[in-house]
């Protein structure tokens, strides 16, 4: 315990600075349709045992994994019991937890390369990012996504370093083929059952259609007046005793394959038991979002490189365990895993999104970005110390110590390969990187290794604190729009604006809320150019809101509110006057006018 103090120490006293701040963010542009999907995920399974249907389709979000938003919609109803806080303020709290979650993650996993000090200085270098602390409280897929990942690897990698432990002895042949044969059954079996439940639907359906049309089988044989109701009922009814009995037969089957295996092959058990939690943390972080699985990559390569063939095994167990509870957790993808898993991946590499990516002061769609938008971000987005500290530990690494191999084949699996695939496909990217916040870890890493490279403590302290204060300045000097940082190099966000998207989620429009809130006259009638319900959610209860979504403009309003991105506190109410502008240095992030 000694050794965690103080990472204890630096987790504690962040979470004291985002209990006092967590209630100062907006709510970002993405989070009222996530919640209605988590809402409708958390109701299927309801609806699915009951009913035999789920209520998901691909309008819904059904490709986006909901494991994390369907957690958030729980905990908030739980939180909301005993905290006087909005439901958007305590999501926002739970967000900001899940990044903690992943900062410890991080942490003790640069431990695996690098000593307390150094491990301690790249946790607080990724930590203080302006961008990565802003997102953590008001992103509801990314961060959370960062921190799962992060997760995963870490107890995957630790999990695998104690493989040899449950792996004490080789089978005797007639174990080895008793237990690969009731395995093979078993996978078959109830993979079969899961993966084809669309099929048996169907087949269902078509009986009782021929049973109904004077046909004999199984269902004539059973009910008495088959066409006593309609078809369509006589399907539910059937299809939900084939769900309820194949939840009997998984049951059973494992516990009896579990049983074999202490019989026959006692250390498979225990090899289970070894993988089970960073399996699960795997199925849930691939059903938050599609790439999850890539985590598992990660730790397959590491436990295929250090324990070789021995590793077989337990990394069937790892993907098994992984699939099983990635498909719980995933009511979109129950009625027709395989094919919707993989429509989920095609929909999110090639997302059809409609609006406009700004980058370099010119307006591109998000799957026709010039190579060069990822590395022009990365270089203007993280703190000026990043880069260079990142290199020379490249550098040193590869040139220095055969102890820092791991740390470069982790790196180059986990950032390098990604970013060029990302780079050369032009997979869809939009809002900056913040949809492959996951990847850039590594970054951070290899800066910790400079730091451990500074023998004399005084000067190594002096060197962290010295990269620590461009990110903390950020935040501070940013507060509560963190996550639209650019460094020095851009000239920050004034030599941003207009150049780059700033406020892409709408955030400030709590503190346009609140301004109006102000001064606005009882029952006053406000246009809200943009996402309304961002204004809404913080907005008296007597003010009359209006936006494009709803009605035209046929009346006079009190006030109007428009955010700076695209353009639209210039081309909203052009001629009116301009009454209080939401800034952070010279860049506009939303005006409020008055008609």
Not at 370 to 385: C, K, N, R, W
Not at 559 to 566: C, L, P, Q
């Amino acid at each position: 315990m000694k050794k965690n103090y103080s990472i204890l120490i630096i987790l504690t006293f962040s979470l004291l600075v985002g209990f006092f701040t967590f209630n100062q963010y907006g709510e970002s542009w993405d989070d009222k349709s996530l919640q209605k999907y988590a809402v409708k995920s958390v109701n299927a399974y309801t609806t699915w045992p009951q009913q035999g249907v789920v209520n998901l389709v691909r309008e819904d979000l059904g490709y986006y994994g909901p494991f994390y938003i369907m957690f958030v919609d729980r905990a908030t109803e739980y939180l909301r019991t005993f905290l006087s806080f909005s439901l958007p303020d305590l999501r926002h709290l739970i967000y900001f937890l899940t990044y903690l979650a992943g900062v410890w993650a991080f942490y003790a996993l640069a431990k695996r390369w690098l000593t307390e000090i150094p491990a301690l200085g790249a946790t607080l270098l990724f930590m203080t990012q302006p961008v990565l602390w802003g997102h953590a409280f008001i992103n509801p897929k990314d961060t959370p996504f960062l921190s799962l990942f992060l997760l995963s690897i870490y107890f995957g990698l630790k999990q695998f370093d104690t493989l040899e432990q449950t792996h004490p002895a080789e089978l005797d042949p007639r174990s080895k083929r008793i237990s690969a044969l009731l395995t093979a059954l078993w996978l078959v079996s109830v993979f079969s059952l899961f993966l084809f439940t669309q099929t048996i639907h169907s087949y269902i359906e078509s009986l009782v259609l021929s049973a109904q049309a004077g046909g004999t089988n199984i269902f004539s044989l059973l009910a008495k007046d088959i066409n006593a109701v309609s078809a369509e009922v006589y399907t539910q009814r059937y299809f939900i005793l084939f769900l309820q009995l194949r939840t009997y037969y998984f049951l059973l089957s494992t516990l009896i394959l579990l049983i074999i295996w202490y019989k026959f092959a006692p250390q498979l058990p225990a090899t289970l038991f070894a993988v089970l939690l960073p399996a699960i943390l795997l199925g849930f972080t691939t059903s938050t979002r599609i790439l999850g699985p890539f985590a598992g990559v990660i730790v397959a390569y590491y436990a295929f490189r250090t324990k070789g063939r021995q590793a077989t095994s337990a990394i069937v167990m790892y993907a098994v365990v992984a699939l099983i509870t990635t498909y719980l957790t995933w009511p979109y993808l129950w009625m027709n895993p395989i094919p919707r898993f993989f429509e989920s991946l095609r929909e999110m590499s090639l997302y059809p999104w409609l609006g406009a990516v700004l980058f370099h002061g010119i307006s591109y769609q998000s799957t026709d970005l010039p190579y060069s938008y990822l590395p022009v971000l990365f270089a203007i987005q993280l703190t000026e110390p990043v880069w260079v500290l990142s290199i020379v530990g490249w550098v040193g690494s590869i040139v220095g110590a055969e102890k820092k191999r791991g740390l470069v084949e982790l790196s180059l699996l986990w950032f390098v390969i990604p970013l060029i695939l990302f780079i050369v496909l032009h997979i869809a990217l939009y809002d900056n990187f913040r949809q492959i916040l996951f990847i850039i870890p590594p970054i951070f890493l290899m800066a910790g290794v400079v730091f451990e490279k500074i023998k004399d403590i005084k000067w190594q302290v002096a060197v962290m604190v010295l990269s620590l204060v461009p990110g903390i300045f950020g935040i501070v000097s940013l507060h509560p729009y963190e996550y639209m940082y650019y460094n020095s190099f851009i000239g920050g966000v004034n030599g941003a604006y207009g150049r780059y998207d700033l406020d892409y989620w709408g955030i400030s429009y709590r503190e346009a809320a609140e301004y109006v809130n102000s001064v606005a006259p009882p029952n006053a009638a406000v246009w809200v150019e943009g996402p309304s319900h961002l204004f809404a959610l913080f907005a008296r209860e007597d003010l009359k809101i209006y936006s494009p979504s709803e009605v035209e403009r046929s009346e006079s309003y009190a006030y109007v509110v428009a955010t700076a991105r695209y353009d639209f506190d210039k081309t909203s109410y052009p001629d009116a006057e301009i009454v209080y502008k939401i800034m952070r240095g010279d860049a506009v992030l939303a005006v409020i006018k008055k008609p």
